[in-house]
């Protein structure tokens, strides 16, 4: 079959079937999404969103368990929330191969902090293994799922944006055939009990010094010659950076990063004088190879932040090498000019991008909360979505956003704190199932006086319209069962009502009432997402002598709402939802059929 262009993250799908992979689970986050979208498509492997990373790793490690090799994928950040499961099951090991892809996101693109998850396959004492390529991310999924049984342990599979999101050709391999594993029971393996515990633990103690032998002998970590006294030693997508920028420079590539091949990196130093080490975000291989007593150039050079690029490598490394010991062979740095990307570009030759700052949809149901709830003397606490740009000016109706779930639990410590129903949490439908909903059984049980907006929009909308518990759509299209979200409050005893933000009067209301009303009250804005209803167009009218630029739509943020001298206007992309009418108490604004309103 001629090779075919793939994401990174579809090659990862591809690859998990091309080498037995039966199960694939997650939940969604950029960049790692579209590895269950993918392989919800293929033949041969079931795949399903989990309503959390906690729960997707357990789940992948019942699958393995049951003798199926399985792959569970998360973002960054969504492995903070799998950490229990993935520490015991480092210890407890696997049956069938266990792979653990970890899609870091250097640079943030989107996502609320930057962390290095190679850290925390050392951390948790199980291989590592970089692709930096499509082509890679294909074969290493064979490699993770043979290392994964081998050695009893899952493995971590750590991608980059860049090499999830970034397309290259990937030729298909033969598909290799398993040989069934069925569960056997084992009691001092899987039950972690203390006394089971010790024993497992000094299991994989050893089975790092028996892991560090297999990367010394990897061919995943190769040496590759260079004819300049210079090494790089790199893995993942850096390897493509360095390798661009210092075509000339021997690199050791780490493909399986830990553990470390400590002999292999020595050996490395033979060939070479002078080392720098080129990794995105941690001095992870860097601080390994100072402990080792080695000389190197690291992160005094290469930013510790964000991504890289030929450019940034180019321009940390080079002055590293004027004037450095004698070159061993022919050397040739290259000249900027060489590198594919110039490293000094006059600003003025670049087409100058209007700056545009994220926004939520024209038509978006949550603006119409976020236009309420401003007007309320609450602390709004947020959550993680595209709800969460409703911090951002002209809204300004959240006050916090920390990590998936915490709306209701910061509410709840808040309103404790100062006795009173002083904050109100807003959160999404999937973050809700996702860790709102312990959250709002904790309140409950602690008899917090508060409010919870959850905002219904039917979907997992930041992350491209994936289903959750409360849609009941599987990632492959098929509807399962819908869980509704108001009869989970109602039955843990939660007052609960409902609202829908087309009548903005009426939730603007009952807002107000809730808020007046003792106890703990949730209210489910049932409306859904612009992008999955796609209401037919209504249009809108400015009737231009009522508009006195009084600027109560255009604080809503809509982007089809323009200033203008004397009135404002209606731009191309207005969906007609009629938020700006409602809000407006001037009737300069009408909606269609022409209702002044
Ligand atoms: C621990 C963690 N997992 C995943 C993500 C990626 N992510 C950000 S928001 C979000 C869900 C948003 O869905 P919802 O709460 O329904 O809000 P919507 O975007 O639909 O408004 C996801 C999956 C994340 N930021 N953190």
Request: glycine share 10%; with cysteine; net charge negative.
């Amino acid at each position: 079959m001629q090779p075919q262009l793939m994401s990174g993250n579809e090659a990862i799908a591809h690859g998990a079937v091309r080498a037995g992979g039966g199960f694939a689970c997650g939940y969604p986050g950029t960049p790692s999404t579209e590895i269950v979208e993918t392989a919800a498509k293929l033949e041969g492997i079931h795949a399903q969103w989990c309503v959390n990373e906690k729960v997707a790793m357990e789940t992948a490690v019942g699958a393995s368990l049951a003798g199926t090799r399985t792959v569970v994928t998360m973002k960054h950040v969504g492995l903070n929330v799998a950490m229990d499961p993935f520490m015991a099951v480092s210890l407890a090991g696997v049956n069938a191969g266990l792979v653990v892809v970890s899609a870091d996101d250097p640079g943030m693109h989107s996502s609320q902090n930057e962390q290095d998850n190679r850290t925390l396959a050392r951390f948790a004492k199980i291989p590592l293994l970089e692709p930096s390529d499509s082509q890679e991310a294909y074969d290493f999924m064979a490699e993770a799922f043979a290392l994964s049984e081998e050695f009893d342990t899952p493995v971590m599979l750590r991608t980059t944006t860049r090499v999830s999101h970034g397309r290259g050709l990937v030729a298909a391999r033969e598909p290799i055939a398993v040989e069934p594993r069925p569960y056997e029971r084992q009691i001092s393996k899987y039950v972690m009990v203390p006394a089971n515990a010790k024993g497992r633990n000094h299991r994989a103690l050893e089975r790092l010094q028996e892991l560090r032998a297999r990367s010394e002998a990897s061919a995943l970590n190769v040496i590759e010659p260079g004819t300049m006294d210079f090494g790089i030693i790199t893995s993942g997508v850096a390897y493509e950076y360095a390798k661009e920028a210092f075509p000339e420079a021997w690199i050791l590539k780490l493909g399986f990063s830990n553990p470390l091949p400590y002999a292999k990196v020595l050996e490395f130093y033979g060939h070479v004088s002078k080392v720098a080490v080129v990794e995105e975000l941690d001095p992870f291989i860097e601080e390994q190879v100072r402990a080792m007593g080695l000389p190197v150039i690291g992160k005094e050079a290469i930013p510790a932040e964000g991504e890289l690029d030929q450019a940034t490598v180019y321009r940390a490394l080079a002055p590293h090498l004027a004037g450095g010991p004698a070159p061993r062979g022919p050397v040739s740095v290259p000249e900027p000019a060489q590198l594919a990307m110039a490293p000094e570009v006059d600003a003025k030759d670049l087409p100058v991008l209007p700056v545009r700052p994220p926004v939520l949809c024209p038509g978006c149901p949550h603006r119409g909360v976020f236009s309420t709830l401003r007007k309320r003397r609450m602390v709004p606490m947020g959550d993680i979505g595209c709800y969460t740009l409703g911090a951002l000016a002209p809204l300004l109706a959240l006050d916090t956003s920390l990590c998936m779930g915490a709306s209701i639990g910061m509410m709840a410590g808040f309103n404790k704190a100062l006795g009173r129903k002083a904050a109100v949490g807003v959160i999404g439908d999937s973050t809700f199932f996702h860790s709102g909903i312990t959250a709002l059984l904790d309140a409950r049980y602690n008899e917090v006086e508060g409010l919870v907006v959850i905002l219904d929009n039917r979907t997992t909308a930041m992350t491209g319209q994936q289903g959750h518990p409360g849609t009941g759509i599987h990632p492959d299209g098929s509807d399962g069962p819908a869980i509704d979200i108001v009869r989970v409050c109602l039955g843990i005893g939660v007052r609960c009502s409902t609202a829908d933000v087309a009548d903005y009067k009426a939730l603007d209301k009952l807002i107000k009432d809730e808020i007046k009303t003792p106890g703990l009250g949730v209210i489910v804005v049932q409306s859904p997402c612009i992008l999955l209803a796609r209401p037919e167009k209504r249009t809108v009218e400015v009737v231009a002598e009522n508009c006195n630029m009084c600027g109560l739509c255009l604080a809503i943020g809509c982007p089809a709402i323009a200033p203008g001298d004397d009135f404002i206007s209606i731009l191309e992309n207005c969906i007609g939802c009629g938020l700006c009418a409602d809000i407006c108490n001037r009737a300069a604004i009408l909606i269609e059929p022409a209702v002044a309103v």
